[in-house]
């Protein structure tokens, strides 16, 4: 008898324990949480952080996440407004702002992924669809800044209606009027990446490098042209330069010519001796200047020549 009231004892005691322990919960300060009683929700959401209590076994605490949430969304393909397929990858910020209707439409994270994967593609698909690619991957109207003097060729950008950025706000504005009546609100939403689809990316590409090539082949011949002006000008210049120095040589060889002619005029004039000196040193140069070692002359006695060289 007294056995079977010792296993009562402990029995009642154990479910005590767990009636205390199960009938207290605690709300983080990142957390959200609302009561349910057989899977329907009762009472008010609990938003502040603490210690409350709960009728144990029969109850039930759906805690819900209170900071923002990440949505990252599918690269799909969508054409655009002008006919251009591209891959359009997205991702957006969300928040629980309201558990108890949460609960009811969504019941958890995993479901409201899914519910807002399903508004943002289908917003961003008719977003895309109503606008030009330009508009998608600009968001204002500027003027190119040229760096180099060949861009100065290129056509002016043209002006966009609407850009980017405000493509984003109506996206997010029309996906947050779907999502008005799940308790949750899209915070941001942003284009991650565009990019044309393989078919049209490889043909972009050929153009890229045949505009690029062209470019090149244009650089080329302006190199080559200025090439062949710069060799011109040397050659002018060094023309030029010869010309003059010839001119600078015959006037200081001809001043030289005069200055020995008149050294030798002097020298003739002033002595017999002087006059003899400078008749056989002309006649030596004139002779050095006819012959060579190969040269035979025949002189007659009455020859300048022959008087010189028999009677120096």
Same mark, same amino acid.
């Given at each position: 008898?007294?056995?079977?009231?010792? +296993?009562?004892?402990?029995?009642?005691?154990?479910?005590?324990?767990?009636?205390? %322990?199960?009938?207290?919960?605690?709300?983080?300060?990142?957390?959200?949480?609302?009561?349910?009683?057989?899977?329907?929700? +009762?009472?008010?959401? /609990?938003?502040?952080?603490? +210690?409350?209590?709960?009728?144990?076994?029969?109850?039930?605490?759906?805690?819900?996440?209170?900071?923002?949430?990440? &949505?990252?969304?599918?690269?799909?393909?969508?054409?655009?407004?002008?006919?251009?397929?591209?891959?359009?990858?997205?991702?957006?910020? &969300?928040?629980?702002?309201?558990?108890?209707? %949460?609960?009811?439409?969504?019941?958890?994270?995993?479901?409201?992924?899914?519910? /807002?994967?399903? /508004?943002?593609?289908?917003?961003?698909?008719?977003?895309?669809?109503?606008?030009?690619? /330009?508009?998608?991957?600009?968001?204002?109207?500027?003027?190119?800044?040229?760096?180099?003097?060949?861009?100065?060729?290129?056509?002016?950008?043209? @002006?966009?209606?609407?850009?980017?950025?405000?493509?984003?706000?109506?996206?997010?504005?029309?996906?947050?009027?779907?999502?008005?009546?799940?308790?949750?609100?899209?915070?941001?939403?942003?284009?991650?990446?565009?990019?044309?689809?393989?078919?049209?990316?490889?043909?972009?590409?050929?153009?890229?490098?045949?505009?690029?090539?062209?470019?090149?082949?244009?650089?080329?011949?302006?190199?080559?042209?200025?090439?062949?002006?710069?060799?011109?000008?040397?050659?002018?210049?060094?023309?030029?330069?010869?010309?003059?120095?010839?001119?600078?040589?015959?006037?200081?060889?001809?001043?030289? @010519?005069?200055?020995?002619?008149? +050294?030798?005029?002097?020298?003739?004039?002033?002595?017999?001796?002087?006059?003899?000196?400078?008749?056989?040193?002309?006649?030596?140069?004139?002779?050095?200047?006819?012959?060579?070692?190969?040269?035979?002359?025949?002189?007659?006695?009455?020859?300048?020549?022959?008087?010189?060289?028999?009677?120096?």
């Amino acid at each position: 008898m007294k056995r079977t009231v010792y +296993i009562l004892l402990i029995v009642v005691t154990f479910i005590a324990m767990l009636a205390t %322990f199960d009938s207290v919960y605690v709300v983080k300060e990142t957390e959200q949480a609302i009561l349910t009683q057989f899977g329907r929700p +009762i009472g008010e959401p /609990i938003t502040e952080p603490g +210690i409350s209590m709960k009728m144990p076994f029969i109850q039930k605490v759906s805690y819900f996440d209170k900071r923002y949430l990440e &949505w990252d969304g599918d690269a799909n393909q969508v054409p655009t407004k002008d006919k251009k397929f591209i891959f359009v990858d997205s991702y957006a910020r &969300w928040q629980i702002v309201d558990p108890l209707q %949460f609960f009811i439409r969504l019941n958890d994270e995993r479901g409201a992924q899914s519910r /807002i994967s399903d /508004i943002l593609d289908g917003e961003t698909r008719n977003a895309v669809a109503s606008h030009d690619l /330009i508009e998608l991957v600009r968001s204002t109207n500027r003027t190119p800044e040229q760096t180099e003097e060949f861009l100065e060729e290129l056509d002016v950008l043209d @002006d966009i209606a609407i850009g980017r950025d405000e493509i984003e706000k109506l996206v997010l504005q029309r996906a947050n009027q779907r999502t008005s009546d799940l308790g949750i609100r899209i915070l941001d939403f942003r284009f991650k990446r565009m990019n044309y689809v393989d078919e049209v990316r490889l043909s972009i590409n050929q153009r890229m490098i045949s505009e690029r090539n062209q470019i090149a082949d244009l650089f080329r011949s302006e190199g080559q042209g200025e090439a062949r002006r710069i060799e011109g000008d040397k050659e002018r210049e060094l023309a030029a330069i010869q010309s003059e120095a010839q001119r600078q040589a015959e006037e200081i060889r001809g001043r030289a @010519d005069a200055e020995a002619t008149a +050294i030798y005029a002097s020298a003739y004039n002033k002595s017999a001796t002087a006059r003899q000196l400078y008749s056989f040193i002309k006649g030596l140069e004139a002779l050095e200047a006819s012959m060579d070692k190969q040269t035979t002359i025949i002189l007659s006695t009455d020859s300048e020549l022959f008087k010189l060289l028999s009677n120096p």
